[in-house]
C-alpha cells in the first residue's frame, strides 16, 4: 500500500467496487479497502438485481447467477396473485460470488484492492478531506488521497465523519430479516419472483418477499417500517409466514439488517469526498433494493468526480454535479415509488386483498398503466384520493 | 429534532440500554440509527457508549430481532455512578 492515491474507496460493497472500477478504468491511481476479512460476507440482502446494470461493468457469470427471473407475482393476504413481467429482466445473483467478480474487475482495471483493512478516520486541510487513517491488517497508516469515496453501506462512519450523515424517521427505515430456506421443491415456482402484501397478517406496513435461488431454495425475507416492528419483530412476522408457507424447510442462513427508505440524501458530496450506495441512502424507496442503484449511483459520482480531480477542484461545489445528475435521473421516480410506499402503508389489508382480487382478473399483460389505473379506479373510487399523489409525483408521467 | 431527542432522554432518563447478546445479530441496523453514534459493532460485538446514549429509543424500534430493551436503571448503578 502507498501513502498517496488519486482515490479512496472505502468499502468493497457493489457501489464501492463500481465506484474503484470506474476510477481505474479512466486511468487514476486507486484504493479500493473492505473491513472484512472476505469480500462479500456476511450477504445482507435479498439477492435480486437486473441485468442491464449489471452488464454495464461486468460480464454476465454463470458463477453468481442463480437464477433468471421472468416474471413477478404480487400475492394478497388471501392467495389472488397479480402476475406481470419484470420492469427489467432480473437475476437472482449469490452476492458473495458477485460482489468478489466485481472486487475483482475494479482490481483487474489497476485499483488496488485490500481486505481487512479499515477507515479510522477522515484526514483534512482547511476542512477539506484529503485522505483518510487506516488500519490495515492490524497496522495503523496515514494515506492521502485526492477524493475519499465513502462506500461504507447503510452504517457508513465516513459519511458521518464528513457531515453527512442524515438520520431520517423511523417511518422511514426498513427493519429487514431474511431466511435462505431449502427442501421447497414442488412448493414455489423457482422462476418467479413474489411479494407478499397484507398489513395486518404479512408485514405491516411492508412486504415479505420469495427469490428462488435454486428449484429446491430461495431467500424467504421480510421488511416492515421500524415504526411498526413492535411488539411483533419482523423476526417473528417472517416465522409466521414460513410456518404458514412452507412448515418443515430448511434454513440455509438467516440474514438481519435495517435499511432506510427514504430515497438518496441530498448533499452527496463534500470538498473531496462523496457519498455512494447505501451511504448514501439510494436504495429503491419502494423495494428496498439497492444493487443496481448504488451501481449507478457510484457510476454517476465517478463521471463528475474524474474530470474534477483531472483539473484539480475536487470542491464541494465541483462535485455535487454528482447530486444533479442522480435527481435528473431517479430523482422523480424514486419521489413516486415514495409515495406508493406511503399509500400501500395507510391501505387496510381488506382494501389491499380486494385491489389484488380485481387486478387479477384484468388482461394486465395487454394494459398500459393508464388502462389499468383506470379500471382499477372504477372498482375503488376511494383509490382516486391516492391516485392523485401519484400523479402529481409523476408516476403515470413516465 | 434536538428538542425531541431531549424530550425523550428526559422521559428515559431513568432508563438503560441492554444487549441481549444471544439473540443480536450483529446486523448493525441499530447502528445507523443512533443520533448520538453511541452504539459501535466492534467486529461482531455490539457495545453502547452509556454516556453519550440518549435512550431515545430508535435503535430498540430497529432491531430485526428485539434485541435491544430500555430497562429501568437500578439504583446500585446510579450509586456507581455509571
Redesign the interface.
Known amino acids: 500500500m502507498k501513502t498517496a492515491y488519486d482515490v479512496i474507496v472505502v468499502g468493497a460493497g457493489p457501489a464501492g467496487s463500481a465506484a474503484a472500477l470506474r476510477a481505474a478504468q479512466a486511468g487514476l491511481d486507486v484504493l479500493l479497502i473492505e473491513k472484512r476479512q472476505e469480500i462479500g460476507v456476511p450477504v ?1 440482502c435479498g439477492e435480486a438485481t437486473d441485468i442491464e446494470t449489471t452488464e454495464r461493468f461486468m460480464p454476465l457469470d454463470a458463477r453468481y447467477i442463480n437464477r433468471y427471473i421472468n416474471r413477478y407475482a404480487i400475492v394478497n393476504a388471501v392467495g389472488d396473485r397479480v402476475i406481470v413481467p419484470p420492469s427489467s429482466p432480473t437475476i437472482i445473483i449469490d452476492r458473495k460470488v458477485f460482489d468478489a467478480a466485481l472486487a475483482q474487475e475494479a482490481a483487474r482495471a489497476g485499483a488496488e484492492l485490500r481486505v481487512s483493512t479499515t477507515a479510522l478516520g477522515l484526514l483534512r486541510e482547511n476542512g477539506a478531506v484529503t485522505g483518510a487513517r487506516l488500519k490495515s491488517m492490524g497496522r495503523a497508516c496515514e494515506v492521502r488521497a485526492k477524493l475519499v469515496v465513502a462506500a461504507d ?4 462512519q465516513v459519511a ?1 465523519w464528513a457531515g453527512l450523515k442524515t ?1 431520517p424517521p ?1 417511518a422511514d ?1 426498513y ?3 431474511q431466511f435462505t430456506l431449502t427442501n421447497l421443491r414442488g412448493r414455489f415456482d423457482p422462476d418467479l419472483c413474489e411479494y407478499h402484501i397484507g398489513s395486518e397478517t404479512v408485514a405491516p406496513g411492508g412486504y415479505v418477499w420469495v427469490f428462488p435461488k435454486s428449484e429446491d431454495s430461495a431467500n424467504v425475507g421480510i421488511v416492515i417500517p ?2 411498526r ?2 411488539p411483533v ?4 412476522w417472517l416465522e409466521r409466514f414460513v410456518e404458514r408457507f412452507y412448515p418443515g424447510a430448511g434454513i440455509l442462513s ?5 435499511i ?1 427508505i427514504t430515497g438518496a440524501i441530498k448533499q452527496m458530496a463534500v470538498d473531496g469526498l462523496v457519498v455512494v450506495g447505501d451511504a448514501a441512502h439510494q436504495a429503491d424507496p419502494l423495494t428496498a433494493g439497492g444493487i443496481s442503484l448504488g451501481m449507478m449511483g457510484a457510476e454517476m459520482a465517478m463521471q463528475v468526480a474524474v474530470p474534477a480531480i483531472r483539473r484539480g477542484d475536487v470542491s464541494a461545489q465541483a462535485l455535487r454535479e454528482y447530486e444533479a445528475l442522480w435527481r435528473e435521473r431517479f430523482g422523480k421516480m424514486h419521489g413516486a415509488l415514495y409515495a406508493v410506499r406511503k399509500i400501500l402503508t395507510r391501505m387496510a389489508e381488506a382494501d389491499f386483498n380486494k385491489l389484488v382480487a380485481q387486478a387479477a382478473r384484468l388482461p394486465l399483460a395487454t394494459m398500459s398503466h393508464a388502462e389499468l389505473m383506470a379500471q382499477l379506479l372504477r372498482a375503488h373510487p376511494a383509490l382516486l384520493l391516492e391516485a392523485r399523489t401519484l400523479i402529481t409525483t409523476g408516476l403515470l408521467l413516465k | 429534532m434536538l428538542k425531541l431527542l431531549n424530550r425523550s432522554n428526559n422521559r428515559q432518563h431513568d432508563k438503560r440500554l441492554v444487549i441481549d447478546h444471544d439473540l443480536c ?1 450483529s ?9 448520538p ?1 453511541s452504539l459501535f ?1 466492534l467486529d461482531i460485538h455490539l457495545t453502547v457508549d452509556h454516556n453519550t446514549c440518549t435512550r431515545c429509543d ?1 435503535c ?7 434485541a435491544l430493551s430500555l430497562v429501568p436503571e437500578e439504583p446500585l448503578h446510579h450509586e456507581n455512578g455509571v
Open positions: 445482507r453501506g447503510v452504517e457508513s458521518r438520520i423511523l427505515y427493519v429487514g430479516f421500524a415504526n416492528a413492535r419483530s419482523a423476526q417473528a438467516v440474514v438481519a439488517g435495517g432506510p | 445479530f446486523c448493525g441496523a441499530c447502528v445507523a440509527v443512533c443520533p453514534d459493532l430508535r430498540v424500534a430497529m432491531c430485526p430481532v428485539h
